[in-house]
C-alpha cells in the first residue's frame, strides 16, 4: 500500500459474499492506466472466502473486515475514512473497468474544478452495447433513476456536462465533499442511500459531471441475488419514505404533494404486482418509526442548504424532467406509448 500522501484515488469496495466477482473486479484495476491509486475492500462480514482469497491473492489490498453485514453505506463510509487521498472512487464488487477508466474521469476532475463527482458510463456486463446507466436522475415521488437504463448506447449518451446525481455503484468523488455535506447515512443500510447523498448534495448547491469517456461494466443486484426480492421492496419502500422526510422542508412537502402520491401510489401497486405486500408494508412501517428521526436529520442538515426551497423545487423538478424523458425515450424503443407519461408531464412538471 502506498504512502497516502502519495496517493490520487482511494477505491473502496464494498464486499459481501462476493468472492465470484471479486477477480474480475481486482484484476480491472490493476490493468488501470492511472497509478496513484490505493485499493480498499471493506468485508461485510463475509462467508464465502472472500477473505481468505483477498490475503492470499491481494496481499497488498487494505482490507477492513467488519465482524458482521453493516450494509452498504456503513461499509463505504468506512473505506472512505480510511485514507487521506483527495478522491475516493466508490465501485460495486459486480463491475469491471475499462483501463483508461480513472485516468479519463481524473482528466476531467483537474479540468473541472467547480464539480464535486464525475459519474462514468456505466454498460451492461453481458450486453456492452446496452447503458446500465448515464448518470442519476430523481423522480420527486423519492426514488433516483438511472439515465438511459437498458437503452442502446448511442451519440445521445456521449455527450459530457453537468448531472443532478450518481450512482454510488461507481462513481468519484472529491473527498473534500464528505467533510462539508457528511458521509452517506447508515441509517438507509442499502437502497437509496446514494439518493440522499445526491440530494444533500444538490441542496448545498454542488454540482457533478458526468464523463462518457470513462467506461465501467456493471452486472447489478448482485448482492441481493435479485432486483426484486423482499429485501429489496421493504428497504426501498421505507428508504424511499426516508429520503423525502431527511430532504423536504415542510413547505416542499405540500407543493409537490400530488406528484408523491402519485408515485407512492404507483410504487404500491407495482409492490402488489410483484407480490411483494407484505414486504412494503414492513417497509411502510419502518418508515413510520424512523419518521422523527429523519425529521430531526432534517433540521440538522438545514443549516447546511445554500438553495432555497423555491431554487430546490426548481432543481428537483428540471431533474425529474431530465429522468421522464429518458424513460419515453426507452419506451418508444420498446414500441410502447407515452400518453400516460405526457399527461403527468403537462399537469405537474
Not at 473505506?79 to 469491471?96: K, R
Not at 461507481?170 to 446514494?194: N, P
Not at 402520491?261 to 404486482?273: E, G, R, T
Request: charged share 20%; aromatic share 12%.
Amino acid at each position: 500500500m502506498k504512502n497516502d500522501q502519495n496517493l490520487a484515488v482511494n477505491i473502496v469496495i464494498p464486499n459481501w459474499n462476493g468472492l465470484r466477482f471479486l477477480p474480475a473486479c481486482l484484476a480491472s484495476i490493476q490493468q488501470q492506466t492511472l497509478s496513484s491509486l490505493q485499493i480498499t475492500v471493506v468485508d461485510n462480514g463475509s462467508s464465502d472466502g472472500s477473505l481468505e482469497y483477498l490475503h492470499k491473492h491481494y496481499p497488498q489490498i487494505q482490507v477492513i473486515a467488519l465482524p458482521e453485514n453493516k450494509g452498504f453505506s456503513a461499509a463505504v463510509n468506512k473505506g472512505i475514512l480510511s485514507s487521506t487521498a483527495p478522491f475516493v472512487f466508490l465501485l460495486n464488487n459486480d463491475t469491471e473497468l475499462a483501463p483508461d477508466c480513472l485516468a479519463r474521469l481524473m482528466e476531467v476532475a483537474a479540468e473541472q474544478k467547480e464539480f464535486v463527482f464525475f459519474s462514468p458510463k456505466m454498460l451492461n456486463f453481458h450486453d456492452r452495447t446496452i447503458l446500465d446507466g448515464a448518470g442519476d436522475g430523481y423522480l420527486r415521488g423519492g426514488a433516483g433513476y438511472r439515465l438511459g437504463t437498458l437503452e442502446s448506447d448511442g451519440p445521445l449518451y456521449n455527450e459530457p456536462g453537468p448531472i443532478f446525481g450518481a450512482c454510488a455503484g461507481a462513481v468519484l468523488y472529491r473527498r473534500s465533499l464528505f467533510d462539508h455535506i457528511g458521509l452517506f447515512d447508515e441509517d438507509f443500510f442499502a437502497y437509496l442511500e446514494d439518493v440522499d447523498l445526491n440530494l444533500r448534495i444538490n441542496h448545498a448547491g454542488r454540482k457533478g459531471y458526468y464523463v462518457p469517456a470513462a467506461r465501467v461494466y456493471h452486472i447489478g443486484s448482485a448482492s441481493s441475488g435479485s432486483k426484486i426480492n423482499p429485501f429489496t421492496i421493504r428497504l426501498s419502500t421505507r428508504n424511499s419514505f426516508y429520503v423525502l422526510l431527511k430532504n423536504y422542508p415542510t413547505r416542499l412537502f405540500m407543493r409537490f404533494l400530488p406528484v408523491l402520491i402519485i408515485y407512492q401510489f404507483f410504487w404500491f401497486l407495482f409492490a402488489i404486482k410483484k407480490r411483494q405486500i407484505v414486504p412494503y408494508f414492513q417497509g411502510a412501517r419502518e418508515a413510520l418509526s424512523g419518521m422523527g428521526q429523519m425529521r430531526k436529520k432534517r433540521k440538522e442538515l438545514s443549516s447546511y442548504d445554500s438553495l432555497t426551497v423555491d431554487e430546490f423545487a426548481a432543481c428537483l423538478t428540471a431533474a425529474e424532467k431530465t429522468v421522464v424523458r429518458s424513460i419515453m425515450q426507452r419506451r418508444s424503443g420498446e414500441g410502447k406509448s407515452n400518453w400516460l407519461l405526457k399527461g403527468y408531464v403537462f399537469l405537474f412538471c
